[in-house]
């Protein structure tokens, strides 16, 4: 699974953390406040988008008096509790983190989540020290179903993509990194439970555990 691999790039959400349902939950009471609930097809909507393109696109379509910046201060003020405090790695994920390490695998996060949550979350869980790179879908034109914010982290640790491995939990992203001629390990998480078939037969690897990884480490 590593051969050739020089540098493991990360998502957050779903990934290495548990914090898809905290999402849920501030869609939720973000809406309910007002007056409206969340439509079924929401999440697919919005998995692949940037922090401020999600903001976006629930002003336009849920017609929010808001300005994106006022809607992404909220959505932080919600957030930023649970990052800085409750959410915490993915069983297993801070030793594989450290398994990489210790092989001289370069590591980077590349998340659509905004700064100050990544921040907040990996240094509660004392890993954010960890990674040669971090790269959010706000410095790339297209979200995760496209090949660039991969790129971008491959570039700045100036490490060839076909030398990447990308570890990833929703199914745009898994093609939007195989789009980018890398790698890709599929992280099982429940919120991505209905797209669990088309992410394994698109997936180079899918896994439900870290320590399923640790021991061919």
């Not at 998340?111 to 879908?137: C, M, Q, R």
């Not at 919120?191 to 088309?198: N, V």
Request: glycine residues 4%; aromatic residues 10%.
């Amino acid at each position: 699974m590593l051969n050739n691999i020089k540098a493991a790039i990360f998502d957050l959400d779903g990934t290495l953390v548990d914090s898809m349902g905290i999402w849920e939950k501030i869609d939720i009471e973000f809406l309910k406040e007002r007056g409206l609930q969340v439509p079924s097809d929401l999440r697919d909507h919005i998995e692949h988008l940037s922090f401020i393109d999600t903001a976006k696109y629930f002003k336009d379509r849920f017609n929010l008096n808001e300005t994106v910046e006022e809607i992404m201060a909220e959505w932080n003020n919600m957030a930023n509790y649970e990052y800085s405090n409750t959410i915490t790695l993915k069983p297993g994920a801070k030793e594989y983190l450290n398994c990489l390490k210790a092989k001289g695998i370069k590591l980077a996060l590349a998340t659509s989540n905004s700064h100050p949550l990544l921040e907040a979350v990996l240094k509660n869980n004392g890993v954010f020290e960890y990674f040669d790179s971090i790269t959010t879908t706000i410095e790339v034109d297209k979200g995760k179903n496209h090949p660039d914010i991969y790129l971008l982290s491959a570039k700045k640790m100036n490490v060839s993509p076909d030398n990447c491995i990308v570890f990833e939990d929703i199914y745009p992203a898994v093609l939007g990194a195989k789009a980018a001629g890398m790698t890709v390990a599929a992280i099982y998480d429940i919120y991505s439970e209905h797209q669990k078939e088309d992410i394994i037969k698109t997936a180079d690897y899918f896994i439900y555990e870290y320590k399923e990884l640790i021991e061919a480490c």
